[in-house]
T-cell receptor, first 112, second 115 residues
Framework: DQQVKQNSPSLSVQEGRISILNCDYTNSMFDYFLWYKKYPAEGPTFLISISSIKDKNEDGRFTVFLNKSAKHLSLHIVPSQPGDSAVYFCAAKPNTGNQFYFGTGTSLTVIP | ETGVTQSPTHLIKTRGQQVTLRCSSQSGHNTVSWYQQALGQGPQFIFQYYREEENGRGNFPPRFSGLQFPNYSSELNVNALELDDSALYLC??????????????FGPGTRLTVT
């Protein structure tokens, strides 16, 4: 049972434009959410996180939005750069326990 | 500061065999988590070790076992290998504790192929 879903396997965006990656979850007990970026032959790298007490968190070009009522989060990258081309995973953790649940990933390609 | 390292990089085993994968955590990190990433899937949590004790386990059978050493490095052992165990195995270290310490730092993974 996939509790964290990324329904878009891939996304292509022109350099300089906004990239929006989406993630949906089913478990209302999730209270901490993260985005990871993964390049080929490397492990995932932490990008940005958000706690359920917030609805937005910003770090430079990266902003994560959380809509708890819709059980939806999104990652905005503005402006997109070719170096952002990678697979992006969202992950969530419930308020008890230490298990992180990952989505299946979205492959982002930023076209120069 | 040394990052998370894993060994070996690649491994080929036969069904029914046993395998041990190793992970050295990032300096100062006392928590290690192991994940299995099958092709086209996201990482799936196997278990976590905190200060040498198992501190949470995902939906994996007992033939997946682990160990954490006093220097916080860790091993993942898989007995009676099955073809479906073929995957990328990722190790991640973190400080654990408070939510703002949950950021995990991943190693590059060990690619296990079971034939």
């Amino acid at each position: 049972d996939q509790q964290v879903k990324q329904n878009s396997p891939s996304l292509s965006v022109q350099e300089g434009r906004i990239s929006i990656l989406n993630c949906d979850y089913t478990n209302s007990m999730f209270d901490y959410f993260l985005w990871y970026k993964k390049y080929p032959a490397e492990g995932p790298t932490f990008l940005i996180s958000i706690s359920s007490i917030k609805d937005k968190n910003e770090d430079g070009r990266f902003t994560v939005f959380l809509n708890k009522s819709a059980k939806h989060l999104s990652l905005h990258i503005v402006p997109s750069q070719p170096g952002d081309s990678a697979v992006y995973f969202c992950a969530a953790k419930p308020n008890t326990g230490n298990q992180f649940y990952f989505g299946t990933g979205t492959s982002l390609t930023v076209i120069p | 500061e040394t990052g998370v390292t894993q060994s070996p990089t690649h491994l080929i085993k036969t069904r029914g065999q046993q395998v041990t994968l190793r992970c050295s955590s990032q300096s100062g990190h006392n928590t290690v988590s192991w994940y299995q990433q099958a092709l086209g899937q996201g990482p799936q949590f196997i278990f976590q070790y905190y200060r040498e004790e198992e501190n949470g386990r995902g939906n994996f059978p007992p033939r997946f076992s682990g160990l954490q050493f006093p220097n916080y490095s860790s091993e993942l052992n898989v007995n009676a290998l099955e073809l479906d165990d073929s995957a990328l195995y990722l190790c991640a270290s973190s400080l654990g504790g408070r939510p703002d310490e949950y950021e995990q730092y991943f190693g590059p993974g060990t690619r296990l192929t079971v034939t």
